[in-house]
């Protein structure tokens, strides 16, 4: 059983939108031991998605076409696919309930383009989409091929994926077990990674090993066959333990948890609270610690304090201090930290400060330059880094190392 | 003339990448007025990549293949296409020589291996690669059309593309002249705007007119063209206004800022500053502001209040409001925006407070309530949301809200 993914849009085949959605069904089509074989964005136009859907369906089983569900004109999908299979489009009177009661509980009345979003092809199977109006469509052919239609925007697609398709494709799927691991490194360049690695995951066929580096994170991706699911298992699990034993705990996730994750679940292990105080990154940490649900259990909040008055008024830096030392300075790291942590009363308190460009370096302190420090009761942990890239990535680097540095803490 | 992008490597079939090149490569087509039709990511699979070679040149005028041109036994685009155009592979000395010169300069010598990528199909036309070994390729079919294979890294495939691709490629183009515009705007639904202007772009074949959609976001992307510059830029200048006129001021980016970039830009030409106090929001907005470069000017910083004590000890929220009204109400909202403005010595003062979810609703503020406030000198103005989607979602539109809020302010 093969699959294709149609990414349909015509904003897609601009300079400004890549379609990620396709990464995401690789992946659960992956766990499911269906390949996909080839992808292709394709413009909202009649023509072109009667031919991409029709060329589609003659080499793969499963052809799974991702956007142009919406309610406008520019959205074709829905009509190229029916046309193109010879069933005509009738509007479903359960699916305009649905959506008009959707719009109620949102207190709005429903468009009538809107209406659009109800037609549904002759055989085809709707499927409820429980964050959106257009509802996902389930085909299949006289040849018993499959042709599904999801919505574009991910937080529709995912959930209706997984709720309403996964179980269908399941009793479909071939009987070949998959298993797959990612480990998460940070505080280590990618090089380093790869030197330690390397020579362990090259003695492997399978599993296939890939590394993805991003700012202050490699992920080591893992994807193992096998007879049955034991099997594959066991044989990702052999691999990954040989590399996490030469990485150590420059590990944090064996899972897939993010790295705010893992401090998040650290933090209500050990019954700790977190507050911080943000120069440079300007809210990317609070913001990234907060993306956790159930985060206020142990995140009390804390001061992006990018004046420097606000760092002496909320956060109790002084004046004298900063005028000495500058803001940029392990000086005012420590004091953002300690400061933030006792006015919070928190058990841990974190500062940063740094410049994260473009303008503002110095010979002194180029862009780059950022000082983290990590404050408990009696002491503080102060470290100077200076990271690569441009405003984004040092920002990305800085929220990094701050949350490694906690969960170092917290690992002891 | 019409374009096709073929991306080669079984890697872009994993959940793990995506290619970017395409983005690029759009772009520059654009410019030169060879609009891309299709995009397609295929793995290194001689039968797989010669069918779809062959499927691009029945459509398309111009087939680039990017990627698959290594000296391993897994890139196979050379072989492929070679086969398919029916022209034997010879080996090309000055390649050769060029080859050992670069692994000289680097003090290496050139694996045997290399030599596969010295292999050029008969009567093809290699284009030198300054930052890489493999060349690029520009073969002419009978037909008169262009097949050309490019290397994939970006750092070999951009300028290589930039020297010796656009001149050839300048020649060929169609003699039009091409302009876009994006319209930005906010506090709108999708289909709001689309039952606003859709009477309007209808009526247009030029330019192109496409909407894109995000949390509180709708971008309106028009693309003319026309015999000169000047008149693809009259058309398209035309019918933007026209869509400005029936849109107002929800329209708030004509060129292709973002919505914090023109927040900023409207603070400094009032000399105003700004200061927040974000509860579910948790440091995005603060995140967004400082994204961009030089908010410094303008962005006094904020408190990230996600605990009930922080509101009451940074930001000044009496606990008996607290305690009577809930953490997510109005009056908290307004007491935060008042309380930030002051405490930082602001001219504007914003307070956000919500549910994000997942946990945390209630019949009476369910999931996705977020009340936002701004605050000026003698007043403040609240406005209570219902914002769909999951947590993501919610709170990027809450921020969105927050900083529109701040540019209507600012537009009177």
């Given at each position: 059983?093969?699959?294709?993914?149609?990414?349909?849009?015509?904003?897609?085949?601009?300079?400004?939108?890549?379609?990620?959605?396709?990464?995401?069904?690789?992946?659960?089509?992956?766990?499911?031991?269906?390949?996909?074989?080839?992808?292709?964005?394709?413009?909202?136009?009649?023509?072109h998605?009667?031919?991409?859907?029709?060329?589609?369906?003659?080499?793969?089983?499963?052809?799974?076409?991702?956007?142009?569900?919406?309610?406008?004109?520019?959205?074709?999908?829905?009509?190229?696919?029916?046309?193109?299979l010879?069933?005509?489009?009738?509007?479903?009177?359960?699916?305009?309930?649905?959506?008009?009661?959707?719009?109620?509980?949102?207190?709005?009345?429903?468009?009538?383009?809107?209406?659009?979003?109800?037609?549904?092809p002759?055989?085809?199977?709707?499927?409820?989409?429980?964050?959106?109006?257009?509802?996902?469509?389930?085909?299949?052919?006289?040849?018993?091929?499959?042709?599904?239609?999801?919505?574009?925007?991910?937080?529709?697609?995912?959930?209706?994926?997984?709720?309403?398709?996964?179980?269908?494709?399941?009793?479909?799927?071939?009987?070949?077990?998959?298993?797959?691991?990612?480990?998460?490194?940070?505080?280590?360049?990618?090089?380093?990674?790869?030197?330690?690695?390397?020579?362990?995951?090259?003695?492997?066929?399978?599993?296939?090993?890939?590394?993805?580096?991003?700012?202050?994170?490699?992920?080591?991706?893992?994807?193992?066959?096998?007879?049955?699911?034991?099997?594959?298992?066991?044989?990702?699990?052999?691999?990954?333990e040989?590399?996490?034993?030469?990485?150590?705990?420059?590990?944090?996730?064996?899972?897939?948890?993010?790295?705010?994750?893992?401090?998040?679940?650290?933090?209500?292990?050990?019954?700790?609270?977190?507050?911080v105080?943000?120069?440079?990154?300007?809210?990317?940490?609070?913001?990234?610690?907060?993306?956790?649900?159930?985060?206020?259990?142990?995140?009390?909040?804390?001061?992006?304090?990018?004046?420097?008055?606000?760092?002496?008024?909320?956060?109790?830096?002084?004046?004298s201090?900063?005028?000495?030392?500058?803001?940029?300075?392990?000086?005012?790291?420590?004091?953002?930290?300690?400061?933030i942590?006792?006015?919070?009363?928190?058990?841990?308190?974190?500062?940063i400060?740094?410049?994260?460009?473009?303008?503002?370096?110095?010979?002194?302190?180029?862009?780059?330059?950022?000082?983290?420090?990590?404050?408990?009761?009696?002491?503080?942990?102060?470290?100077?880094?200076?990271?690569?890239?441009?405003?984004?990535?040092?920002?990305?680097?800085?929220t990094?190392?701050?949350?490694?540095?906690?969960?170092?803490?917290?690992?002891?």
């Amino acid at each position: 059983m093969q699959a294709e993914i149609i990414a349909i849009g015509s904003e897609m085949l601009t300079p400004f939108r890549v379609d990620t959605n396709s990464l995401y069904l690789t992946d659960q089509l992956e766990r499911l031991g269906i390949p996909v074989i080839r992808k292709t964005v394709v413009g909202d136009n009649r023509e072109h998605l009667k031919a991409v859907f029709a060329e589609a369906l003659q080499r793969s089983d499963l052809v799974i076409g991702i956007g142009g569900l919406g309610p406008t004109e520019d959205d074709r999908t829905r009509e190229s696919v029916a046309e193109l299979l010879g069933r005509p489009l009738e509007r479903s009177e359960e699916v305009v309930r649905m959506m008009r009661e959707r719009f109620r509980a949102f207190g709005r009345k429903m468009p009538e383009v809107n209406l659009r979003q109800a037609m549904v092809p002759a055989g085809a199977t709707w499927l409820p989409n429980d964050n959106g109006t257009a509802p996902g469509l389930w085909m299949e052919t006289d040849g018993e091929k499959i042709v599904l239609l999801l919505p574009g925007p991910p937080p529709e697609l995912k959930p209706l994926f997984e709720e309403y398709c996964l179980v269908k494709l399941r009793s479909r799927a071939p009987r070949q077990a998959f298993s797959t691991k990612v480990l998460k490194v940070t505080g280590m360049a990618e090089s380093e990674v790869e030197e330690k690695i390397a020579p362990i995951y090259r003695t492997y066929k399978n599993p296939e090993t890939t590394l993805l580096a991003s700012a202050g994170e490699i992920q080591i991706h893992l994807r193992g066959t096998g007879a049955d699911a034991g099997d594959a298992l066991r044989r990702v699990e052999e691999l990954g333990e040989r590399i996490e034993n030469a990485l150590g705990d420059a590990v944090f996730s064996r899972g897939n948890e993010s790295l705010e994750q893992v401090v998040g679940l650290y933090l209500m292990m050990r019954g700790a609270t977190l507050a911080v105080a943000e120069s440079c990154t300007g809210g990317l940490l609070g913001q990234r610690i907060t993306s956790v649900p159930g985060s206020s259990h142990y995140f009390l909040g804390g001061v992006v304090c990018y004046s420097d008055k606000l760092k002496t008024k909320l956060v109790g830096v002084p004046e004298s201090m900063l005028k000495r030392k500058g803001a940029v300075s392990a000086e005012v790291a420590e004091a953002l930290a300690r400061g933030i942590r006792s006015r919070a009363g928190a058990t841990l308190g974190v500062g940063i400060t740094g410049v994260a460009g473009p303008q503002g370096g110095s010979p002194d302190k180029p862009v780059g330059t950022v000082f983290i420090s990590l404050a408990e009761a009696h002491r503080a942990k102060t470290v100077k880094h200076r990271f690569p890239g441009d405003r984004e990535r040092i920002r990305q680097f800085a929220t990094q190392a701050a949350l490694n540095l906690v969960r170092r803490k917290l690992l002891k």
